[in-house]
């Protein structure tokens, strides 16, 4: 059987974005105000130093100002406190992003509680996770946020649409089912204790996997037409990248479906990026 779905294409969508933050971020600057985003790192984690690396050059590529503050894994925990607060009264500094893990001898909640929600870009702190789950989001998570932007891409209008989302994390999960439920879709919630799970995919007309196991979500779950983003980054038993869809036979049923590498992963950072420029522009008042 051919392929019916269309490709969500993510690398294209968060190349369009970041074109169009490189355009705006030179007209802020003509008025003199330059985004500036402190990145802090702490301690040798690998997969963070290239997180921090990509990030960092994402910023240079539509000219934000990104600056790098590296402590030591055993640094304490007062030292990584004493950074926050110095960068939250830098008025050049106008997103602060702590890369997570911190190491075990660090509360990151408690850290990321001092972020300033102004500058908190990331959109993790409580006070911002609180807007959004009233409706009136300030600085809004950078995965769910950048999804929206992917479902638009579609065309289509969540509302009335059934939207089921797979995961409950802070980070993902639940993010991205206010800013569903913001657009008027009737959101559902599946976690780990969730019974009968493919019933409740088989109703979706927008599916969100966001769950962390290869290939998890199987091809006749998949409601005819629906739209299908996978959040997912697997390892397979072969060493590839895979979703937390079986994407092939996903893609026989869906209307629209992500591809993993190629889907959510780009536009998490492109998003990160459109946040610190809002509050670049919040800060100044442009
Ligand atoms: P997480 O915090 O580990 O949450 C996973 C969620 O999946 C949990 O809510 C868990 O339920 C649920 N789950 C686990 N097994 C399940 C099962 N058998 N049936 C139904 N639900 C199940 O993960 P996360 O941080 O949200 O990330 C999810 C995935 O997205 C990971 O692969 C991660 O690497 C990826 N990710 C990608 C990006 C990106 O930019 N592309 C960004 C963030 C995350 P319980 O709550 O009941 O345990």
Redesign the pocket.
Known sequence: MARKAQIIDGKKISAEVRAELKAEVAAIKAKGLIPGLAVVLVGENPASQIYVRNKTKACEEVGIKSLQHTLPGTAKEEELISLIRALNADSGVHGILVQLPLPAHMDSDSVLDLISPSKDVDGFHPYNMGRLMIGNALLQPC?PYGIMRLLDSTGTDASGKNAVI????N???KPMAMMLLKRNATVTI?????KD?PEKVREADILVA????DR?VKGDWIKEGAIVID????RAPDGRLTG?VDFEAASLRASHITPVPGG??PM?IAMLLKNTVAAARKASGL
Do not use: E, P, Q, W
């Open positions: 995965t797979i995961g409950r994390s980070i993902v999960g599946c976690h780990s204790k969730t799970l966001a769950i962390g196991r998890f959040v997912g980054m697997n937390d959510v992963g998490t």
